[in-house]
């Protein structure tokens, strides 16, 4: 699941010091991570934005029909 490193980032974010987030690097083509970036060894967080700030890439998404 390409959003556990996401969760895990503003859950440090919000308890304090937390000195790594262990986590695959994240890659989805439907996904938009772009508020997302490292500068100087730092994870910065989009600020006000919905949704973890992690927003749908329409053009890459398409809705799928699921059988139960």
């Given at each position: 699941?390409p959003?556990?490193?996401?969760?895990?980032?503003?859950?440090?974010?919000?308890?304090g010091?937390?000195?790594?987030?262990?986590?695959?690097?994240?890659?989805a083509?439907s996904?938009?991570?772009?508020?997302?970036?490292?500068?100087?060894?730092?994870?910065?967080l989009?600020?006000?934005?919905?949704?973890?700030?992690?927003?749908?890439?329409?053009?890459?998404?398409?809705?799928?029909?699921?059988r139960?």
């Open positions: 699941d959003l556990k490193v996401i969760y895990a980032a503003h859950l440090a974010a919000g308890t010091h937390v000195p790594v987030i262990e986590g695959v690097p994240i890659a083509s996904l938009d991570f772009s508020l997302y970036r490292f500068e100087e060894g730092m994870l910065h989009p600020e006000n934005e919905p949704g973890f700030g992690v927003g749908l890439n329409a053009v890459r998404s398409k809705p799928r029909r699921y139960s």
